[in-house]
């Protein structure tokens, strides 16, 4: 298993930016697939973006794709949201998640973290 750690959330205006990390533990990162997921209180967790072992494919959630980019760092066992021009609806707890799987299968992705929260003022 792997533990996973987020940070990086606050609290910005519209058009601001932010990037989430999430530092893993335990088995080998770079053998995970890696994604990042957000959730509303009371509406169902969904996918933002993964990210495969090596970091050589990415794939986004469309509401997102054009600005926020997905990638880790398999030296420092760390995975990365950078978020740019940010929007009110992008306002959520953000989650990160590893997959022994492909990062195409958004169904087993698991050992989530704790989650950071991001807040986009307008």
């Known amino acids: 298993q792997v533990q996973l750690v987020e940070s990086g959330g606050g609290l910005v205006q519209a058009g601001d930016s932010l990037r989430l990390s999430c530092a893993a533990s335990g088995r080998t990162f770079s053998s995970y697939a890696m994604g990042w997921f957000r959730q509303v209180p009371g509406k169902e967790r969904e996918f933002v973006a993964a990210i495969s072992r090596s970091g050589g494919l990415r794939k986004y959630a469309d509401s997102v794709k054009g600005r926020f980019t997905i990638s880790r760092d398999n030296t420092e066992n760390t995975v990365y949201l950078q978020m740019n021009s940010l929007k009110p609806e992008d306002t959520a707890i953000y989650y990160c998640?590893?997959?022994?799987?492909?990062?195409?299968?958004?169904?087993?992705?698991?050992?989530w973290g704790q989650g950071t929260q991001v807040t986009v003022s307008s």
């Open positions: 998640a590893a997959n022994s799987g492909s990062y195409n299968d958004r169904a087993n992705f698991g050992s």
